[in-house]
């Protein structure tokens, strides 16, 4: 499975951006789809995730109540809403696709338990 991350770009502090991610190659079925981002100068680290075959959402502590991921099951894609954008926002947002996780998994991500990954896309966000 080949993924593609869309809807990077520009915008100001309080801003919304919407990045979808589309599989090419097979649908997601039954697996996780998450978004992670990587800052210049920082490591990469988990944004949101959900759970294809339930819907289930999990979310990092610095983008509750500001982020939404979702799933279009008619397109096969995977939408992460972002309201009320920061600077400190400001990243090259992946997606990525892998088995479901079992219970609690999520109390600790880790980008190397996803087996398929997108190109990227930049989000800057300006003060």
């Known amino acids: 499975v080949q993924l593609q991350a869309f809807g990077g770009g520009l915008v100001q502090a309080g801003g919304s951006l919407r990045l979808s991610c589309a599989p090419f190659?097979?649908?997601?079925?039954?697996?996780?789809v998450a978004w992670f981002r990587q800052a210049p100068g920082k490591e990469r680290e988990f944004v949101a995730a959900?759970?294809?075959?339930?819907?289930?959402?999990y979310y990092t502590d610095s983008v509750k109540g500001r982020f939404a991921i979702s799933r279009d099951r008619s397109k096969n894609t995977v939408a992460l809403q972002m309201n009320s954008l920061k600077p400190e926002d400001t990243a090259v947002y992946y997606c990525a696709a892998g088995t479901s996780k079992i219970m609690g998994y999520y109390s600790n991500p880790r980008g190397d338990d996803y087996a398929y990954w997108g190109q990227g896309t930049e989000v800057t966000v300006s003060s």
């Open positions: 959900i759970r294809w075959s339930q819907g289930s959402t």
């Open positions: 190659g097979g649908p997601f079925s039954n697996r996780d």
